[in-house]
């Protein structure tokens, strides 16, 4: 049975950063490339950022670029999200996800992409 679990969300000040990680099991890691997506109250999920199975390939949505970073250890089954220089529009609920692709070059923010999600850890963004 794949669970995938995120953890590291909290209430942070405007400007402040946190770190999010993401632990999946019940698959083989390094075959999935992973997502970071968010969900505000009354918008449609999104996908923030993403990365290739073997780490060396990554993408973001323009509103956090250079802002976050995406990294994952595949010795360990775990996804990260730094989150630096958090703004309160950054405030929603953010899930962790995978899709199977090995060996591709490139990785997808497309939440229908994904097979297998966690519940979600809340960020919540103060001014």
């Known amino acids: 049975q794949v669970q995938v679990v995120e953890s590291g969300g909290g209430l942070v000040q405007a400007g402040g950063s946190l770190r999010l990680s993401c632990t999946a099991s019940?698959?083989?890691?390094?075959?999935?490339?992973m997502g970071w997506f968010r969900q505000a109250p009354g918008k449609e999920r999104e996908g923030v950022s993403c990365?290739?199975?073997?780490?060396?390939?990554?993408d973001y949505v323009e509103s956090v670029q250079g802002r976050f970073t995406i990294s994952r250890d595949n010795a360990k089954n775990t996804l990260y999200l730094q989150m630096n220089s958090l703004k309160p529009e950054d405030t929603a609920i953010y899930y962790c996800?995978?899709?199977?692709?090995?060996?591709?070059?490139?990785?997808?923010?497309?939440?229908?992409?994904?097979?297998?999600w966690g519940q979600g850890t809340q960020v919540t963004v103060s001014s």
């Open positions: 990365i290739t199975w073997n780490g060396r390939r990554f």
């Open positions: 019940g698959l083989t890691f390094d075959d999935y490339a």
């Open positions: 996800a995978a899709h199977r692709s090995t060996w591709s070059f490139s990785c997808s923010r497309s939440r229908g992409e994904y097979t297998y």
